[in-house]
Nanobody
Framework: QVQLVESGGGLVHPGGSLRLSCAAS????????IGWFRQAPGKEREAVAC????????VHADSVKGRFTISRDNAKNTVYLQMNSLTVEDTGVYYC?????????????????????WGQGTQVTVSE
């Protein structure tokens, strides 16, 4: 069965950094469009960054461009999100996702696009 398991979240001060990981099992990530999403209480789910299966296209949300970087290690079947210069507005639950057919632009730009697989989420809190 398919599982996506996030890790690396936690509490960090403004300006700090975190690296999130998403370990996949049951699917080969090198054949899936992948993405990171986040959601704050009372807010809509927001796409953070998405990557095509062949690394041909990467999309970062404007709010994180230049600060966050999505990457993957196909040998480890793992997705990463490096987060630098964190602000309080980055606080939320971060989810990784994988889809067999979604284009990278669709995954990151179409609200509530159905996606095959989701992780359980990891909490990121940026606070003094």
């Amino acid at each position: 069965q398919v599982q996506l398991v996030e890790s690396g979240g936690g509490l960090v001060h403004p300006g700090g950094s975190l690296r999130l990981s998403c370990a996949a099992s049951g699917i080969p990530l090198d054949y899936y469009t992948i993405g990171w999403f986040r959601q704050a209480p009372g807010k809509e789910r927001e796409a953070v960054a998405c990557m095509s299966h062949n690394d041909g296209s990467i999309v970062h949300a404007d709010s994180v461009k230049g600060r966050f970087t999505i990457s993957r290690d196909n040998a480890k079947n793992t997705v990463y999100l490096q987060m630098n210069s964190l602000t309080v507005e980055d606080t939320g639950v971060y989810y990784c996702a994988a889809d067999s057919g979604a284009h990278v632009q669709a995954m990151c730009n179409i609200p509530k696009l159905p996606i095959n697989y989701w992780g359980q989420g990891t909490q990121v809190t940026v606070s003094e």
